[in-house]
Nanobody
Framework: QVQLVESGGGLVQAGDSLRLSCAAS????????MGWFRQAPGKEREFVAD????????SYQDSVKGRFTISRDNAKNTLYLQMDSLRPEDTAVYYC????????????????WGQGTQVTVSS
């Protein structure tokens, strides 16, 4: 089992940067592909980015390509999301999640979830 705890959210202005972290417990972190999702008020939870077990491959939602970077440090059991050039439409609760398969944008394919961290971008 994997327990996930996100941190790093906050209130920023448009154009600013934030780095989210997701700390994982347990010794099996490196066996899971990891993803970031987000959920804005009144909207469905949506895929943002994911990364393979080793960190050698990543994929992104089109709206964040070139602005967000997902990475992981398996030695520290930590997943990251570097968010640059933030926009008001990036405002949401951001969740990290663990999956046994890489490349799925669907929440149903993720086995473990964190509690979320709020990101608010003002214009």
């Amino acid at each position: 089992q994997v327990q996930l705890v996100e941190s790093g959210g906050g209130l920023v202005q448009a154009g600013d940067s934030l780095r989210l972290s997701c700390a994982a417990s347990g010794r099996t972190f490196s066996r899971y592909a990891m993803g970031w999702f987000r959920q804005a008020p009144g909207k469905e939870r949506e895929f943002v980015a994911d990364v393979t077990w080793t960190g050698d491959m990543t994929s992104y939602q089109d709206s964040v390509k070139g602005r967000f970077t997902i990475s992981r440090d398996n030695a520290k059991n930590t997943l990251y999301l570097q968010m640059d050039s933030l926009r008001p439409e990036d405002t949401a609760v951001y969740y990290c999640a663990a999956s046994r398969q890489y490349g799925s944008p669907w929440t149903r394919d993720y086995d473990y979830w964190g509690q979320g961290t709020q990101v608010t971008v003002s214009s």
